[in-house]
C-alpha cells in the first residue's frame, strides 16, 4: 500500500492528472434493477395497503394486527421513496459526461461540476464497504446483494467545501445534484463511485484523491474513522477544516 501511495504522489507531483470514465454497463444494469425494485416495491405496497384496508373495513383485525400491517406499509413506502431517490442519482450518472472524475494535485473535479480547488476543500471522507458487504451471511447478504443491485453504494466520498455557493451557480448536468451548498456559503459533496465504475477503479480513485489531499494538506478520513458523519459535516459547515494526520 505504502508503495502504491508513493507511485500516486510520483504520478501528481509530475503535473499529470488521472481521470476515470464512466462504466454505463454498471449504472444500466443497476438501472434496470432498481426499476424492477420500485414496480415490486410499489405493487406489495399496493397489496397489502389494499388488505390493510379491507380489514379496517370489516374489522376483521385485532390492534395487533394493524399495526404490524401498517408498519409493513410504511417500511414498504420507505423503502420505495428510497428506490426512487437512488433511481435520480444513477439517472445523473448514467447522463454525466466523461470523464467521470479528474483527479490534480491542484483541482478535483466531477462531471458537471467546476474544478474544485483543493484550497476550498476542508476534509475527505472516504467509505468503502465491499469487505463488510462480502462477510455478511443470510438474509443480512442478501438484502445487502439486493441494495446494491437497486443503486446502493459500497465505495464513496464525501467533502466539505469552501465557496460551496459558487461551485454550485456553476454547476450543471453530471454529478451537480450532489453538490450541496448551505449557509455561508459552506456545503459539501457526496459522490457514489461504484455506481460508475468498478470497484478497482473506485479504489484507485479513492487512493489518487487521498494522496492529492495530503499534498494539499487537506485531512482526509478513511472508512474506519469517519463513522461520525454528522459530527463531521457539522464541523464542515462551521467552515472548520480536518487536520492532516
Same mark, same amino acid.
Given at each position: 500500500m505504502a508503495d502504491a501511495v508513493e507511485q500516486w504522489r510520483d504520478y501528481l507531483t509530475s503535473g499529470r492528472s488521472f481521470a476515470v470514465s464512466a462504466d454505463r454497463s454498471i449504472t444500466e444494469a443497476k438501472l434496470r434493477a432498481n426499476r424492477t425494485g420500485i414496480i415490486f416495491a410499489a405493487a406489495l405496497a399496493a397489496l397489502v395497503l389494499a388488505g390493510f384496508i379491507l380489514l379496517l373495513v370489516t374489522d376483521a383485525g385485532r390492534l395487533v394486527t394493524y399495526l404490524l400491517v401498517g408498519l409493513f406499509v410504511i417500511s414498504l413506502l420507505v423503502v420505495l421513496l428510497r428506490l426512487v431517490g437512488v433511481r435520480k442519482r444513477l439517472r445523473a450518472c448514467a447522463s454525466a459526461a466523461?470523464?467521470?472524475?479528474?483527479? #490534480?494535485?491542484?483541482?478535483? #473535479?466531477?462531471?458537471?461540476v467546476p474544478p474544485i480547488l483543493w484550497r476550498d476543500v476542508l476534509g475527505v471522507a472516504a467509505s468503502d464497504l465491499v469487505d463488510d458487504y462480502a462477510a455478511a451471511v443470510g438474509v443480512n447478504r442478501w438484502l445487502k446483494r439486493a441494495a446494491v443491485r437497486t443503486g446502493g453504494a459500497m465505495i464513496g466520498l464525501t467533502m466539505g467545501l469552501e465557496r460551496a455557493k459558487a461551485y454550485k451557480a456553476g454547476a450543471t448536468g453530471g454529478l451537480a445534484h450532489d453538490l450541496v451548498a448551505v449557509t455561508d456559503g459552506n456545503g459539501g459533496i457526496s459522490v457514489f463511485l461504484d455506481n460508475a465504475m468498478s470497484i478497482d477503479q473506485a479504489r484507485q480513485v479513492v487512493t489518487a484523491i487521498k494522496v492529492a489531499?495530503? +499534498?494539499?494538506?487537506?485531512?482526509? +478520513?478513511?472508512?474506519?474513522?469517519a463513522k461520525d458523519g454528522a459530527e463531521i459535516a457539522a464541523k464542515w459547515l462551521k467552515g472548520e477544516r480536518t487536520p492532516r494526520a
Amino acid at each position: 500500500m505504502a508503495d502504491a501511495v508513493e507511485q500516486w504522489r510520483d504520478y501528481l507531483t509530475s503535473g499529470r492528472s488521472f481521470a476515470v470514465s464512466a462504466d454505463r454497463s454498471i449504472t444500466e444494469a443497476k438501472l434496470r434493477a432498481n426499476r424492477t425494485g420500485i414496480i415490486f416495491a410499489a405493487a406489495l405496497a399496493a397489496l397489502v395497503l389494499a388488505g390493510f384496508i379491507l380489514l379496517l373495513v370489516t374489522d376483521a383485525g385485532r390492534l395487533v394486527t394493524y399495526l404490524l400491517v401498517g408498519l409493513f406499509v410504511i417500511s414498504l413506502l420507505v423503502v420505495l421513496l428510497r428506490l426512487v431517490g437512488v433511481r435520480k442519482r444513477l439517472r445523473a450518472c448514467a447522463s454525466a459526461a466523461d470523464p467521470l472524475v479528474i483527479v #490534480t494535485a491542484e483541482s478535483l #473535479t466531477f462531471s458537471g461540476v467546476p474544478p474544485i480547488l483543493w484550497r476550498d476543500v476542508l476534509g475527505v471522507a472516504a467509505s468503502d464497504l465491499v469487505d463488510d458487504y462480502a462477510a455478511a451471511v443470510g438474509v443480512n447478504r442478501w438484502l445487502k446483494r439486493a441494495a446494491v443491485r437497486t443503486g446502493g453504494a459500497m465505495i464513496g466520498l464525501t467533502m466539505g467545501l469552501e465557496r460551496a455557493k459558487a461551485y454550485k451557480a456553476g454547476a450543471t448536468g453530471g454529478l451537480a445534484h450532489d453538490l450541496v451548498a448551505v449557509t455561508d456559503g459552506n456545503g459539501g459533496i457526496s459522490v457514489f463511485l461504484d455506481n460508475a465504475m468498478s470497484i478497482d477503479q473506485a479504489r484507485q480513485v479513492v487512493t489518487a484523491i487521498k494522496v492529492a489531499a495530503w +499534498l494539499n494538506g487537506v485531512g482526509f +478520513l478513511a472508512a474506519n474513522q469517519a463513522k461520525d458523519g454528522a459530527e463531521i459535516a457539522a464541523k464542515w459547515l462551521k467552515g472548520e477544516r480536518t487536520p492532516r494526520a
